[in-house]
């Protein structure tokens, strides 16, 4: 018992520390992204459709290093449906949508290319809360198909 619990405590480390180096990769993937779109003068959406794109691919990757990480949830306890180790690995994205977010609506800031077109350049609440809810449905089913796979690990 105390070695699965080690197992799980590795496993959640070695997550959070996967994580946390992948911060960087979505601000270079985002900015490749942009950089494309700039250079096919496809302005229109760039902000929703890269952000989203960055996103899905992150969820879908951290998902499959998660999936290569040994869990035993068999002693788990469960709370509304979420395992308590999935409550532990998810906790390695506190802040991380906030922080992309403030890059990525800096870069558009400061970008000459959008420069001339002033909805692209400075992103208004309204058009960041549409894209947060966009991000809020990739988060759910992240978050589901994480705990779905912790649940099963015994």
């Known amino acids: 018992m105390t070695m699965n619990l080690?197992?799980?405590?590795?496993s959640i480390a070695q997550f959070h520390c996967y994580i946390a180096g992948q911060k960087p990769l979505l601000r270079?993937?985002?900015g490749q992204l942009l950089a494309q779109d700039l250079s096919r003068q496809q302005w229109d959406g760039c902000f929703q459709r890269n952000v989203l794109a960055v996103?899905?691919?992150a969820y879908d990757e951290?998902?499959?290093?998660?999936k290569t990480l040994p869990f035993d949830s068999s002693r788990s306890p469960i709370?509304?449906?979420?395992?308590?180790?999935?409550?532990q690995a998810l906790?390695?994205?506190?802040?991380?949508i906030d922080e992309f977010l403030l890059f990525v609506v800096d870069k558009h800031r400061t970008s000459c290319a959008l420069s001339n077109f002033p909805d692209k350049h400075k992103t208004d609440k309204v058009y960041v809360n549409e894209v947060k809810r966009d991000i809020a449905l990739l988060w759910q089913n992240f978050a589901l198909e994480a705990n779905a796979h912790v649940l099963e690990c015994r």
């Open 6 to 10: 080690q197992n799980n405590a590795d």
């Open 28 to 30: 270079n993937h985002y």
């Open 55 to 57: 996103l899905a691919q």
């Open 62 to 66: 951290a998902l499959a290093y998660l």
């Open 79 to 87: 709370n509304r449906g979420l395992a308590d180790l999935t409550q």
């Open 91 to 96: 906790v390695a994205f506190d802040g991380y």
